[in-house]
Nanobody, 123 residues
Framework: QVQLVESGGGLVQAGGSLRLSCGAS??????YAWFRQAPGKEREFVAA????????YYADSVKGRFAISRDNAKNTVYLQMNSLKPEDTAVYYC??????????????????WGQGTQVTVSS
């Protein structure tokens, strides 16, 4: 059974940091991404990473503050979030695709999704 399980969410003050993890089981994936959904808003792209990790892509709103990485030996992808702002408050979802090419910043391009982890940034 294929599963993506996120962890690492929580409550943090503005300016703080959190590190999200997403462990995959059941198969390997070529590309991963993180999306987020704030209350009352649509889900949006945050960051994506290629198989080798050499290519990463970020939403403008998080560029320079967030970093996506992966450990293929552990089938795990990470999202390091620094300088957090209240507007980063959202449920963060891990997404994975079996075989993908390009930037892959759109929801429909991903085959599997995690259950989400809540990140709350207080002002």
């Amino acid at each position: 059974q294929v599963q993506l399980v996120e962890s690492g969410g929580g409550l943090v003050q503005a300016g703080g940091s959190l590190r999200l993890s997403c462990g995959a089981s059941g198969r390997t994936f070529s590309n991963y991404a993180w999306f987020r959904q704030a209350p009352g808003k649509e889900r949006e792209f945050v960051a994506a990473i290629s198989w080798s990790g050499s290519s990463t892509y970020y939403a403008d709103s998080v560029k320079g503050r967030f970093a996506i990485s992966r450990d293929n030996a552990k089938n795990t992808v990470y999202l390091q979030m620094n300088s957090l702002k209240p507007e980063d408050t959202a449920v963060y979802y891990c997404a994975a695709v079996k075989l993908g090419l390009g930037k892959l910043t759109l929801e429909y391009e991903y085959d599997y999704w995690g259950q989400g982890t809540q990140v709350t940034v207080s002002s």
